[in-house]
Each structure stands twice: as C-alpha cells, then as structure tokens.
C-alpha cells in the first residue's frame, strides 16, 4: 500500500541530493551569519537534545551544526531501526527524514507512535516533497509539522523552537495536572480509602452487602451497629445465640463503651458498660491474637461460651464484636472467617463514619469561620457567578440569599468600577504574589452607589474558583470625604474658603497663560467696620452677619462665580471665562448695592458697607496667591480712599506692589546686615528743664538709598509681620544702650519705646520684653512701652489683661497718639497705664482760643483725673512749650529740644545735661 509513493520518489530522491550538495556549498561559501542569525532566532536558555533522522550524513552534519550552535543537544541516526531504538533516550524533539531505504520516515513515525514510551515526542518531518497529499499522509502518521527541503535556518529553528516551547507546555500542563490530582487525593483520600474497602468487601456475601448497604445510611454509628448486630445474630443455621454486643472504643481514651446489645442479661450489663481495654481479658486477648473463644462461669453454675472478634485497624483496636454461642456449639473456621469478616468490614465502616462525622464538623467550623470573618465573603466561578455567600456578604450588597443565585459578582459592583474590578480579579489569580486591594464602589441594580469597600481575591485549588471579600468602608470613606470638604471649605458660612479658591484660581491661571483671550476676574470684599460690630454687639451677631453676608451673595452670584470666605469678614468671587473684565465692575456695583440693605437680627437691625478689590488676568499672572495678594491691595486703595467702593488693581498700583514687594525683600536683607539702626530723642521736664529721658526711634540706613524715613518702611513692615523682629531688635539694642548711658552719666534715664499694633497682637509680648529686660540689664522701672489709643481699643478687653501682665513686671506704659483715635472711658479708666501722650498734630495748631488747644486741655484734664502724667510730642517753639506748662502737661518733646540721634551723639552733644528755662 505505500510502495506506489515508494516508487515515485526516484526524482525526489534526487532532488533531495541536489539540496544536499546546495547545503555543502552554503556551508563552505556562504556567510556564516546565515546560519547564526537562525541560531539567534532559536536561542533558548533551556538546552533541548534533538534526534537527527536522515540517511544522509551530510544532513545530518548540517542539521547538527543548526542546531548545536542554537544550544541543543543533538542524536543521530541514520535510518529508522536506529531512529527507533535511539527515541528511547527521550529527545525532546525528533527531526525526520522521509525518503528513508528499508524503513521510511512515515513507517517510523507510525512505529514511534505506536510506542508507550515514544508516543509524545513531536516528529517534524524532512523531505523535499511538496505535494499536499504528501503532507497529509505525513501528519496522518504522527508528524507534528513538515519542513520542505531545501529549507531556510531560520525558518527550521523558528519550527523546532515552537514546537519544543509546546512541548515545554504540554509537560508543564501535564505537572499541573498531576499536581493538582495529588492535591485532590491528599484531602480526599482517608474518606475514599474507606469507601474502597468497603466496595472491595461489598461482595463477599449478602450480609456485607446489606451492611455496607446501611453503612451509608444517614444514622449514626450506634444505630448503624445495633442493626449490623441484627444482622450478624439473624443469620441462620450458625452456632451463634440470638444475644450478643458490640463494644467500641471511645475515640482512643482506653475504654469500651457498650454501643448495642441483645437479649444480655442484667449481670452483664451492669459489669460491662465501660470496660476498660486492658480489664476485659477476652479483648485484649482478641485484639492480640484476632477471634478468640471465651468461656465465663454462668449464674446457675454452668459455662457460658461466647466468641471475640477484634474490630481493629492498622493494629488499633476500634472495638469488639462479641457473640454468645448456642450450646454445644462450636465456631467452625468459615464462621470464624465470618465474624473476622464482619469485624473487619465494621472497622472500616466506623472508620467512614468518624471521617463523615469530622468531614461534617469541619464543614460546620469553616462556615463557622466563613460567616463569623467580620467581612463579607463569597466563592465566585472564573465568569463571577456567585456560588456561595456568607450573611455578611449579603447585607454589605443588600441581596437575599435567593437574589445571589441570579447575579453575577460585578453586577454589585458600580458600573464605573466594573471594568477595572475584572481586571483587578484576573490580576490577582493569574498571580498569586499580587496580594494587593482595590477600593470599588458597590451600586444597587439602578446603578447608583450605595457604598465603598476594599476588594481582595484569593485563588481556590480549583483554577475556576475565587474568594472574593469586601470590606465595607463606607464610614471611613465619608470621613475622608468629610475631612476633604472641611479642609476645603468654610466652617461657619459653608462656602468654600482659600485652599479652594487657590486650586480652582491655579487653574484659571494656567488657563489664562495657554488660552489667548480666556479671561478672570477675581473680587475680594470686606466689611467695613465690621471689628466694631463685634465689639460693640458681640460675636455671636457678628458671626450670624458673616452668615447672611453669605446668603445674601450666594443669591447674587449663584452659578455664575466661585464665591468664598477667606476669613474673618473677608469674602472672595472667582468670575471664569468672562467676555469682559467689566464685568467684575458690574457685579461689585451689585454687591455694593446688596451690603448697604439692613440686616434684621431680632429686635437688632445692622446696616453696613463693603470694600472691594478687583484683579483681572490682564496682568499676567504666574501664580494664583499674586491674583489674591493684587486683589488684596485694590481693596486697601478703596479703604484709603473713604470705604464703600471698589477700586480696580492697575498697572500702576502693580508697580506699587512690586516696589513694596522689593522693600519687603530689602528690609529682610536690612534684619540680616544690620543695616536698621536707633536714634534716641530726648524728652523734657517741664519742672526742671532737664532730660528724663528718650524715645528710642528707628532709622534705615539703606546701602543705596541712604537714611530711609520709618515712615516710608514701618507700615510696609507692619503689614508684611517683619515688623515682630524688627520691633523686638530695637527693644533688646535700645535696652542695652540706655543700660550703658545710665552706666556712664549720674542721670537715670527713661527709654520710650513704641509697641506697634502687630506686636501687641503677638501671644509672646510678655515673654520677648521680659527676656529684652534681662538680657540687657535694664531696670524694669526705666523702661516705657508706648501703645497706640488705636491698638489698645481693637480688643479692650484683651489688652486690659495683656497690660496688667507687663505692668507685673514693674515697667510703664503710655498711650500713645491719644486723642487721635476713638475711645470709651468705661474702658480709659481701666487701662493699667502710666502716661497719655498728646499727639503733634493738636501740638503744632495749639493757638489762644483754637479747637486743638481746647483738645490738648481736655488731654491732661482727663488725665489728671485718672491720676496720668501727660507728654506732649511735636514742640517746635518756646510758646509751645509755655501753653503746655500752663495746660499742666508734665513732659514734652520735639525739636525744639533737640531731634533724634544715635547714642553716641546723644552722649558727645551734651543734651543730656542741657538746662532749658521754663517761663515762671
């Protein structure tokens, strides 16, 4: 039947030599590379042995060249017996040639496959046959693929390469398989070993029949062995009485417990019970040396004889069988044979029932456990079909135990989180390392989300199967959120606050930068006043003005802006993608005209005013805290400029800030070089005419600009908070340099110093002039802290504290620029102060009969009641100096006097000891 392909292959034959001697020359002439970049193509880090087959030698030295340089490991044979009897070495792979004498590639093949041992080696077939029915007779025969000569290397490689990976494959499949069986049997295999023997007893007889019949009952063991008693004693024409027992022991603690019996008398059912193993003389005898025949005195003198057959297993007693014997009768050794029988059949059958009976209580411990775990548990297959679900389970996803059978796991998972909840599960079973969570939301069936939990996966033996638990997080989830929403907005209007209006403002900004014609616009507004109203009606009503401020521009802005609290009574709207940056104008004349409404609060009405500032994207911003810092100061330009306005933040005030913004920088760098110095101007006696004292009074010396007046720096400090350290310098230095000019003339004199509002705001005040006390040795009685009326009366109540613990420290204290400011004399005459100083501006208009004389003679009026001294600054002339005296003011200063100084032209000049005449 194959001699016709036989006979037709003289050509091919031929051919195939022609390729042969084609082959001889590519190795002789032809670039090496050929051969290597198959090798390339084919390299593998796992070294392969390959079988040969070929009548050829030259094939063969070629094939082994191909192959040895891809790292394989290579067997020759050069006709089919030697192919045959060299595949039992199990190459990985066996090339074959076709055209073969004696025994061809295809008859090989067969004869391979036939083969237990050879069967799945892959056969690749040689030849230079190209025919389809050629190919198919080959791959009929076993062949795995079909290389036609002459064949290209790397192709050839790329072959053996795949089918040698399938081969890797199918060897690792089979592995697993194996594995997995053995970790099916291991767990199975106590219950299963029970049951063989039992199926390989199960046709001994009918008795074992019937008894591994209702071994599978669901009864328990003692009623399972009170019917094998039954049938054992209901077997006829034996020499057993129709009376006996079965003892079994107690789950290995030494004793016999009577499980069943019938038709014992009483005396043996009160002495056997509960016998001990080791007691029962006849079951210990059974259970060394198998059925045994026992004889005990009866109760009417005579014998009893009755049979012992051990129930035991691999040398482990699990019991008796014991029967009484009619009289006269003797056990032959088919009933022997029977009773050891029954007994070995009755251990294995305990056996089964103690492994269905743990089988069971495991079970009840793992559902115990599976739906006491705290979380929500459930075995899904490979497509999310729930096969099982604990309670918790069901009421993390609010689906009864019926609904469960007909949804699919992702269907409680929130539509947006479906898809990446399935790549999650199968991430985490193909790899068993990937151990991690996943937060997902869980929806009810509209799609709606009704809560958040952590998903884990755990791969069961079974590849098809999972465990899925979620961990309801729900809470902690709100809380976060919560905490997020708090952070970012405002806790008493609810609005948004500033960590908000930055993030949305940075975008804005960046917007504006890349969008040429995207405009913002930015509003800030306060109340004017508004310290007053807290003072004055208290904090509470202050709070729930702040909270209808918010309502009322709420209604005004409604979707069309970002509105904020900044805090305190400072609210912000961010207006996106405007036409017109008029419109920020537009909306603050609306927001100007809501704020001037009344606000009712019970029987109390409230009317107020608002500044605004504008900022717009024309300016070109880089950072939202710019837009705000811009914003900030056109609302202070309003201010200045009389309140209930807004004022547009332009290029001009924008070359103003940046002019602040490089004096902030430069007094910075003043602190580290110590460029801030202290000049001193002397305050007189108006009874002797001589130096008290000085007011210590700061200078810049600028290494630019030369000597910069405090008032061009101080409030540029004052609001930029440098002012804290650059207060708390001129404190420690003016301490120390009167210490030393107390130390080197016979006067002791009095140091002024001025506290700014900022200062006396800051909680450590006490704590910085008491350490400036120490570390310069000052006396706390020559050092006065001048206090504006201004600042003393922004929190009266506070500062009444704050100067009562600064008096503690024996120091003065003066109110400084009185009669410039507003205040109460409920609180005046509370203040724990030393001194009222009469500001220069009544000073320099004092005439006969002028309003400023009447103010200044109001001053020390009040003082004097209060039992205050009074310093009057800004004298300039003599007359000055006498209208003063004449008023009863005790101090002045000025220029008239002498103007300010550093500390050593204050000691060089001599003013320290000049005289001034005072008119009689």
Not at 300 to 310: E, M, N, Q, S, V
Request: some cysteine.
């Amino acid at each position: 039947m194959e001699s016709a392909p036989r006979r037709g292959c003289a050509g091919s034959r031929r051919r195939q030599r022609a390729w042969n001697r084609q082959a001889v020359r590519s190795i002789t002439f032809s670039p090496r590379v050929d051969i290597m970049d198959g090798m390339d193509q084919a390299d593998t880090s796992t070294n392969h042995t390959i079988l040969v087959v070929d009548d050829e030698p030259i094939n063969i030295r070629v094939l082994h060249a191909y192959l040895e340089r891809a790292g394989h490991s290579v067997l020759e044979a050069q006709s089919g017996q030697s192919a045959l009897e060299k595949a039992d070495l199990q190459p990985d792979l066996i090339l074959l040639d076709v055209m073969m004498p004696m025994m061809d590639g295809l008859e090989t093949c067969r004869r391979l496959k036939e083969n237990e041992a050879t069967r799945g080696i892959p056969v690749i077939f040689l030849s230079a046959l190209s025919d389809t029915e050629f190919k198919t007779r080959a791959l009929e025969a076993g062949g795995v693929d079909y290389v036609t000569k002459p064949f290209d290397s790397k192709e050839l490689l790329a072959r053996v390469d795949t089918h040698l990976t399938l081969r890797d494959q199918e060897r690792q499949i089979r592995q697993y398989a194996d594995n997995l069986e053995a970790m099916v049997e291991e767990r199975t295999r106590d219950l299963r070993a029970a049951e063989a023997e039992l199926l390989r007893d199960y046709d001994i007889q009918s008795v074992v029949n019937d008894l591994l019949r209702i071994s599978l009952d669901e009864v328990t063991l003692d009623e399972f062995l009170d019917q094998s008693l039954g049938m054992i004693l209901d077997v006829p024409l034996l020499s057993f009485e129709d009376r006996g027992a079965i003892f079994v022991d107690c789950d290995e603690t030494g004793e016999l417990r009577l499980a069943c019996s019938r038709n014992l008398s009483g005396d043996i059912l009160d002495n056997c019970p509960w016998p001990m193993i080791t007691s029962c003389p006849y079951s210990a005898e059974a259970a060394a040396k198998g059925v045994v025949v026992a004889t005990d005195p009866g109760p009417d003198g005579g014998k009893r004889r009755h049979i012992c057959a051990p129930i035991a297993y691999a040398g482990s007693l699990l019991g008796v069988i014991d029967i009484y014997l009619k009289d006269g009768h003797s056990p032959d050794s088919k009933e022997m044979e029977f009773l050891n029988m029954m007994a070995n059949t009755l251990a294995r059958v305990i056996l089964y029932k103690r492994a269905i009976r743990d089988l069971v209580k495991s079970e009840k411990h793992y559902r115990a456990i599976f739906e006491s775990a705290g979380t929500a548990k459930a075995i899904t297959d490979a497509h999310g079909a729930i096969l099982l679900a604990n309670m918790e389970f069901q009421r993390i996803t609010g689906l009864t135990e019926q609904a469960l059978k007909f949804v699919n796991f992702y269907d409680v998972i929130h539509p947006e989180d479906r898809a990446e909840a399935r790549e999650f599960v199968a991430l985490s079973v193909a790899n068993e390392e990937h151990a991690g969570t996943l937060e997902v939301r869980l929806g009810d069936a509209g799609g709606s989300m009704q809560s958040y939990s952590t998903l884990t996966v755990s791969a069961l033996p079974d590849e098809n199967e999972h465990v899925i638990s979620l961990v309801d997080v729900t809470d902690r989830k709100r809380a976060e959120q919560q905490v997020l929403y708090n952070a970012r907005h405002d806790a008493l209007t609810g609005l948004p606050n500033r960590v908000m209006l930055l993030a949305t403002l940075g975008e804005a900004v960046r917007r504006a930068r890349t969008e040429p014609g995207w405009k913002f616009v930015v509003l800030i507004l306060d109340l004017d006043r508004f310290n007053i109203i807290n003072e004055s009606l208290g904090h509470t009503i202050g709070d729930r003005l702040l909270v209808a401020m918010a309502g009322r521009l709420k209604s005004l802005v409604g979707s069309s802006g970002l509105l904020c609290r900044l805090g305190g009574d400072e609210f912000a709207v961010l207006l996106q993608g405007v036409e017109d940056i008029a419109m920020g104008e537009s909306l603050a004349r609306e927001i100007l005209q809501v704020v001037r409404q009344p606000f009712a609060f019970g029987e109390q009405e409230i009317v107020t005013t608002s500044s605004l500032g504008i900022a717009t994207s024309d300016i070109g911003y880089d950072r939202p805290e710019d837009v705000l810092r811009d914003a900030d100061t056109a609302l202070h330009r309003a201010k200045l400029l009389g309140k209930a306005r807004f004022e547009v933040f332009d290029y001009e005030m924008h070359i103003k800030a940046r002019k602040l913004m490089q004096l902030v920088t430069d007094m910075r760098q003043a602190l580290k070089r110590s460029e801030f110095i202290l000049h001193y101007q002397p305050i007189i006696s108006f009874a002797s005419g001589r130096v008290i004292g000085v007011e210590a009074l700061i200078r810049w010396q600028h290494p630019t600009h030369g000597l910069v007046s405090p008032v061009e720096f101080i409030p540029v400090a004052e609001e930029s908070g440098l002012i804290l350290p650059i207060g708390q310098r001129v404190l420690e230095e003016s301490c120390r340099a009167i210490t030393r000019l107390n130390a080197q003339t016979d006067i002791e004199l009095m140091l002024s110093v001025n506290i700014s509002g900022k200062q006396f705001a800051q909680e450590d005040l006490f704590d910085v002039v008491k350490r400036a006390l120490i570390v310069s040795g000052l006396k706390p009685r020559n050092l006065k802290l001048e206090i504006t009326e201004s600042v003393v009366m922004e929190n009266a109540k506070q500062a009444i504290e704050l100067l009562k613990r600064l008096k503690s420290l024996d120091l003065q204290v003066s109110i400084d620029d009185f009669g410039t400011g507003y205040s109460s004399l409920s609180y005046l005459h509370r203040f724990p102060v030393d001194m009222l100083k009469i500001d220069r501006s009544f000073v320099s208009m004092m005439e006969a009969g002028s309003d400023n004389l009447e103010i200044a003679r109001t001053i020390v009026s009040l003082a004097h009641s209060l039992s205050l001294e009074v310093v009057a600054e800004g004298v300039e002339t003599v007359a000055q100096q006498d209208m003063l005296r004449e008023l009863g003011c005790e101090f002045g200063q000025g220029f008239y006097y002498a103007k300010p100084m550093s500390e050593e032209d204050l000691l060089a000049s001599g003013v320290l000891t000049t005289h001034w005449p005072m008119g009689e």
